[in-house]
């Protein structure tokens, strides 16, 4: 793996013990495989990038994959600590550019099936730990059960993740609503992945957003498009996130527009002069990491039938 920072390594580490004010960012879809994985573990590398300490969680209780897609091998996941009653601390693994990942189980039984009360447990226990940080990065499952819902309806920021596929939009739409039903206030935003473009991807926000006003009453806002890549496809072959592997790649640059819009400073902070020096630096800091870097070989522009 072409690494940013230091490498992801499996051991676990301690908590750190200091950080600001954390943000929960749960990354949701309504129907699943439209790329919220691979997109959660390259936003958090991204954020980490930017100087931000963040603790990525895999939240997709028993199909958890994100372990895959960073290339780490843990010992210790969130099953440990709803089996065994391990300390959430003890399963923190150091992941690239300092990114601290928890990771969870596949195919495990106990973390399928926990309850709202469990979950809800688990959730403060998480929020706990990630204190330390300024974000809680939460990858989620699909749907709209309560295994997904305890989760987004906690999270400061919740980023639906769909394609242009009208399927996916009617599924984001039902994701959102049932959101909305049980937390009218929720601060809910739209990533339109494997988009053609940019235009396209605002298209589909367009129609996404005229959904939810129309039937919810709501406002969502765009978080941002991500084109149709086949670089992602590669580096999630390769088992690494697409934003190490391909820095330089298209969908790449837009995880990072992304961020920049994510940690945006809030208009009542933007007079405090050392806030949005320390945002500059981090941003210059970022671009002039990566493009220190070679960037690996990339074949032609991906064809769409070839996914
Ligand atoms: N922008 C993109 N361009 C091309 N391929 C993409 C893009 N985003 C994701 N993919 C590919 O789509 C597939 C599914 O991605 P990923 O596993 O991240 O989705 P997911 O929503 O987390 O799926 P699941 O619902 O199974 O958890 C992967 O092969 C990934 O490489
Ligand atoms: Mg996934």
Same mark, same amino acid.
């Given at each position: 793996m072409e690494r940013r920072g230091h490498p992801a390594s499996a051991q676990a580490r301690t908590v750190p013990e200091v950080g600001l004010a954390m943000k929960s960012i749960a990354v949701a879809n309504g129907?699943?495989?439209?790329g919220k994985t691979s997109i959660s573990a390259s936003l958090a590398i991204s954020l980490g990038e930017h100087g931000h300490k963040v603790l990525l969680v895999d939240? %997709?209780?028993?199909?958890?994959n994100l372990d895959l897609i960073l290339g780490l091998k843990p010992e210790t996941t969130l099953r440990h600590v709803v089996? %065994?009653?391990?300390?959430i601390g003890e399963v923190i693994l150091s992941g690239p550019e300092g990114v601290d990942v928890i990771t969870g189980g596949s195919g495990v039984k106990e973390l399928a099936c926990l309850d709202k009360p469990q979950l809800e447990g688990l959730f403060e226990n998480i929020c706990a730990a990630g204190s330390k940080y300024d974000f809680l990065v939460m990858d989620t499952a699909s749907g709209v059960g309560e295994n997904v819902m305890v989760f987004l309806t906690r999270a400061d920021r919740v980023l639906i993740v769909a394609t242009p596929d009208p399927t996916s939009i009617i599924d984001a739409f039902a994701t959102a609503k049932v959101l909305f039903g049980e937390r009218p206030e929720a601060d809910v935003s739209l990533i339109v992945n494997m988009a053609d473009d940019e235009m396209h991807g605002k298209t589909v926000f367009n129609r996404f957003k005229a959904i939810v006003g129309q039937f919810v009453n709501r406002d969502v806002s765009l978080a941002g498009v991500i084109e149709f890549d086949e670089n992602v496809r590669r580096a999630t072959r390769a088992r690494e996130p697409f934003i190490l592997k391909f820095p330089k790649a298209k969908a790449s640059r837009q995880i990072d527009a992304l961020v920049e819009w994510l940690v945006e400073v809030p208009e009542e902070r933007v007079d405090n002069e050392a806030v949005s020096i320390l945002q500059r630096m981090r941003q210059v800091c970022a671009v002039f990491k990566r493009s220190e870097k070679p960037e690996p070989e990339v074949e032609a522009a991906p064809l769409r039938e070839a996914a």
């Open positions: 129907k699943g495989g439209v939240l %997709d209780l028993g199909l958890a089996r %065994d009653g391990v300390g």
